[in-house]
């Protein structure tokens, strides 16, 4: 059965070979936040289990008299932004709303918001690290409460937990992205799924019979401009 290249677009999942840098996980790695705003960061085993079952996680305690940047700060850290491009924290809130980075280079402080949609449930919030920010982040602050009118806060309204901070690349892999912007491959490798070469063709034989028997293989695209693409392909026939 001959494959189209057309037909293979169809058949590719997003495949993701991310770098990730563990921040702080609330056990043994940052674990150095300190107190910012006008509130005091605790490590606690007592959290919510249900969403995760992590050992101990941060959590802040706020009043009507604290600022809405009252959170956790973490320093010395040596970020790479050429290499990470998100930060994802784990939040737990009794409140929707808004949750602020804010990121620092020792020079410039720059900022970067998601949204907690799930009161009383564990979410993860992923940020963009701003694409205006060139040097490596050595500051990391969150105010989990900054837009929350804090007059009106009652019992654990009052209260966030957060855990896992964790910075990590996302790539624009997936061939949708190479097709919208109009990018042809100029050759195509596919591999096994524990990274052997199977197959490689190029431009010109698009339709060639790939001969894949059923199962899961990565697919690399190289296009012209010297940039490359990795997809998941799903054989669900043998061919």
């Known amino acids: 059965m001959k494959k189209t290249f057309l037909l293979l677009i169809l058949t590719l999942v997003s495949y993701g070979m991310n770098a990730q840098l563990v921040i702080s996980n609330g056990e043994d790695i940052g674990i150095n936040w300190w107190q910012a705003g006008s509130t005091a960061v605790e490590y606690v085993d007592w959290h919510p289990k249900d969403g995760n079952p992590s050992a101990k996680c941060m959590t802040i305690w706020i009043s009507t008299n604290s600022d809405p940047w009252s959170g956790g700060g973490m320093s010395n850290l040596n970020i790479d932004v050429t290499t990470y491009n998100k930060i994802s924290v784990l939040v737990y809130k009794n409140v929707s709303g808004t949750v602020r980075l804010e990121l620092q280079d020792g020079t410039t402080n720059y900022f970067t918001s998601a949204n907690y949609t799930t009161p009383g449930a564990w979410q993860k919030l992923e940020f963009t690290i701003p694409t205006e920010m060139t040097n490596n982040i050595t500051t990391l602050l969150i105010a989990p409460f900054i837009d929350y009118d804090l007059l009106t806060i009652v019992g654990e309204q009052s209260r966030c937990f957060w855990d896992d901070v964790i ?24 591999y096994s799924i524990s990274g052997a070469l199977v197959k490689s063709f190029d431009a010109r034989n698009e339709s060639e019979n790939l001969g894949l028997s059923k199962g899961i293989y990565l697919l690399k695209q190289i296009y012209k401009d010297g940039n490359s693409s990795v997809s998941k392909i799903i054989i669900n026939k043998s061919l």
């Not at 910075?167 to 596919?190: C, F, I, K, M």
């Open 167 to 190: 910075a990590y690349s996302e790539t624009s892999t997936g061939l949708e992205d190479v097709v919208s912007q109009n990018a042809v491959p100029v050759r195509s490798e596919v």
